[in-house]
């Protein structure tokens, strides 16, 4: 036995006494002002009354635009980034676009297959928030003509337009935060190299502690943006001191090695930040409820999820100056209890 049918455009025109081409119309933001404001509302009420679905498989092939992008997110349990997401679907949707969306943390070739399959579906564009720097299978999609715009990470040549926050900025903020409280033997667990961010926040980090006349008193580069990176890594820089603690602070490249830092010094008894203080980057949620609450550097990450999506879609529209362009936005620092005054 057959199942429901779908309702169509011509359903609703019928059901309203008007024509489907006024339907159409109201359907289509890029063509809905031309109908008047009441009979679009009373489109939209029986749009939702008889559960109209746009069938976008049809529209792509009667039109050649399928209004659907691609989104690479490279692991979707990571706080960081639903906001960045919701800044891209907010964006989208005011344009009448959907997100198509991958998370690439399975394997190696994740996001090169998302890409193939999502390139089946006829997205216009990527938004790609995986890329590593001198990323080969990237710089091949770039130049096959694919609309790309990177988020929260850039290429490291450049090339792609991308919308990130300024790392540099970032760690001048985290470093001169402590050095204001007296530290003067900082260290730092960098993320990793192959990340345009563990780079910036690693060189950021180097240059504000030469402004203040200092040098890094120790750094480890983490193996991921994870908890248990930033675990190991204090772990070694601890051990390798032989429990001599010849640092008073400590700035992590994100929070969830930040995470691991706190978690690593309960276990080995040092008291935060009585005796080092720690701070992260990116000022996830619920930072406020750690022991003790954790400082952090905040970015905009709705802001730089929805920046992002309309620069690709000012790239699909012809804007001059999209395609080039990285747009870089401001941190600020957020104090909490696990930074002090020097011991």
Known sequence: MNGPR????????????????????????ARRHLIG?????????????????????????STGRSKTIGVLLPDITNPVFPPILRGIEDALDAEGYFALLANTSRR????????????AQR???FLI?????????LEGLR???????????????????AVISDDMLGMRLAVDHLVGLGHRRIAHLAGPATLSTGLARKIGFEQALLAHGLAPAAMAECSAYTVEGGQTAMAALLDARKGRRDFSAVVAANDQIALGVLDLLRRRKIAVPQQISVIGHNDIPLLDQVNPPLSSVRIQHYEMGFRAARLLLDALSGTPGSSDATIVLRPQLVARASTGPAP
Request: net charge negative; charged share 25%; proline share 3%.
């Open 6 to 29: 779908d309702v169509t455009i011509a359903d609703l025109a019928q059901h309203l006494g008007v024509h489907k081409s006024t339907v159409s119309r109201a359907m289509d933001p």
């Open 37 to 61: 404001a009441e009979l679009l509302q009373r489109v939209e009420a029986a749009a939702r009354t008889l559960g109209y679905r746009p069938n976008r498989a049809a529209a792509a092939l």
């Open 108 to 119: 190696d070739d994740a996001a090169q297959t998302a890409v193939e399959r999502m390139g």
């Open 123 to 125: 997205v216009e564009g």
């Open 129 to 137: 928030a995986t890329a590593v720097r001198d990323d080969s299978w």
């Open 143 to 161: 130049q096959r003509g694919t609309r790309i715009v990177l988020v929260n990470r850039t290429d490291g040549s450049g090339a792609l337009p």
